[in-house]
């Protein structure tokens, strides 16, 4: 590799690791025609850094120049940085010679917005064309659409990318606003509207013509930032909630601000990134997606965020204690799913196993269930639960002495 192209890639790929969006499970495809690589439902290309940040060898940017002016990017237009683009060839030359030595499993590109959106956009989709038309490339892409993009270069894009993702970048309007204000809402949300409605469509598609080509299979995705702007955890999983449910979003990323320059719009350039509370939002965005749990019994006007010490399912459990304990050799599905301590999983496996045998603990022990948290919410053959003179303080206070005894990891 020469020097002038090492040296971009050091540029780019340190940039675009603000990106966080870069998950790639969700796609099936088994390699045909002669093709090259092939993509599978597990996660891949992608790996974690020592912040918790999801990271790819081959999650770059197209370039750094950018017209836009965004008090969150290190690449905007005011911030001194060094700027470089590599060409469409450049991207697929390193994508292929990577995925040739077995390097990375997939691309994640984005890109500052040179001129204007459609002339990036452009060649983001020339990338994956080339990719996928000449090279046969047939492993994982992640395109990042450019907002203001025409509906003709997305739909375009959606033919050669596994995923396509719209970043809304901030929870509110307000928050775009005073940091980015060369964006709008309007921009962002047709290509998320457009994105959706094209899947929708092809999915028809399909099942009249088996060969019709797919568009983006692995769904779409967004990520916004936290901790940037004042929004309560609250408002963010609201935001989330409705991108879910408008746009059938495959995933929204939280991607914690890390500060790269002094903005007094901005908390102060030596603030930490909010990993914790990163985690946290992710946590809850798996309670709405796979636990039944709706925004608003977990976020309530004096509780707008959520608690850093325990995860949102037990803080939950703890501020409705008259829920609990739930007999899980009776309880329904949903609502033994609600026990801290229980994931998706084990909650299947006590509603199948009940049917066998009266469960004990032995029996949820084998589930995988955490019972350190899980024994205090729920009864079973030979376990009675908390005792009743323990109130939510106090379970509180020995679930967390008992964790921090404990080495074991649980997921809720
Ligand atoms: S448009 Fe994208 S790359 Fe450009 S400054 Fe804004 S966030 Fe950064």
């Known amino acids: ?31 045909t025609q002669r ?24 999650k770059i940017l197209l370039t750094n ?23 469409v060839e450049e991207v697929v030359s390193l994508t292929m010679h990577f995925y040739r030595r077995n390097y990375i499993e997939g691309l994640f590109l984005s890109s500052g917005i040179f001129k204007n959106s459609d002339y990036t956009m452009e060649r983001l989709v020339r990338i994956a064309k080339t990719l996928r038309t000449e090279h046969k490339f ?47 809402t309007a921009d962002i949300v047709k290509p998320m509207s457009f994105i959706r409605h094209t899947i929708e469509e092809n999915r028809q598609e399909i099942q009249l013509y088996k060969h019709a080509p797919a568009f983006v299979p692995a769904g779409q995705s967004t990520q916004m930032i936290i901790g940037a702007s004042p929004e309560s955890d609250w408002q963010i999983m609201q935001q989330a909630d409705s ?27 030596h603030s930490l990134p909010p990993v914790q ?44 204690l008259h829920l609990f304990p739930v007999d899980i050799n009776r309880a329904d599905y949903e609502m033994i799913l609600r026990i801290p301590g229980l994931g998706v999983k ?6 199948a196993g009940r049917k066998f045998h009266h469960l004990t603990l032995d029996h949820l022990r084998q589930f995988g269930v955490a019972l350190n948290r899980a024994r205090y919410f729920l009864i079973c053959i030979g376990w009675n639960g908390y005792r009743r003179d323990w109130n939510a303080t106090e379970i509180k206070r020995q679930i967390i002495a008992g964790n921090a005894q404990s080495t074991q990891l649980s997921l809720f």
Not at 51 to 58: A, E, F, I, M, P
């Open 1 to 31: 590799m020469s020097e002038k192209i090492l040296k971009k890639l050091q540029i780019l790929a340190d940039s675009a690791k603000y990106d966080v969006s870069c998950s790639s499970s969700g796609s099936k495809r088994k390699n």
């Open 35 to 58: 093709g090259l690589g092939n993509t599978n439902g597990m996660g891949i290309c992608h790996s974690f850094t020592e912040d918790g940040r999801c990271v790819s060898l081959l």
């Open 65 to 87: 120049h950018c017209i836009y002016d965004c008090a969150y990017c290190v690449s905007r237009r005011s911030n001194d940085v060094q700027r470089v683009a590599f060409t």
């Open 138 to 184: 047939n492993g994982y892409i992640h395109l990042k659409t450019i907002p203001g993009a025409s509906d003709e270069l997305v739909r375009e894009a959606g033919l050669y990318a596994d995923r396509l993702s719209v970043n809304v970048e901030l929870p509110t309007e307000q928050s775009l606003v005073k940091l980015a204000p060369e964006k709008n």
């Open 243 to 269: 991108l879910y449910k408008n746009f059938h979003l495959k995933r929204v990323y939280y991607s914690a601000y890390v500060p790269v320059q002094q903005d007094q719009r901005l908390p102060d350039l």
């Open 277 to 320: 509370r990163e985690n946290r939002l992710y946590q809850t965005d798996w309670l709405l997606r796979f636990y039944g749990f709706s925004v608003n019994e977990i976020f309530n006007p004096s509780a707008p965020n959520l608690e850093t010490d325990v995860d949102p399912k037990l803080a939950w459990a703890l501020r409705n």
């Open 346 to 351: 084990s909650a299947k496996k006590i509603v």
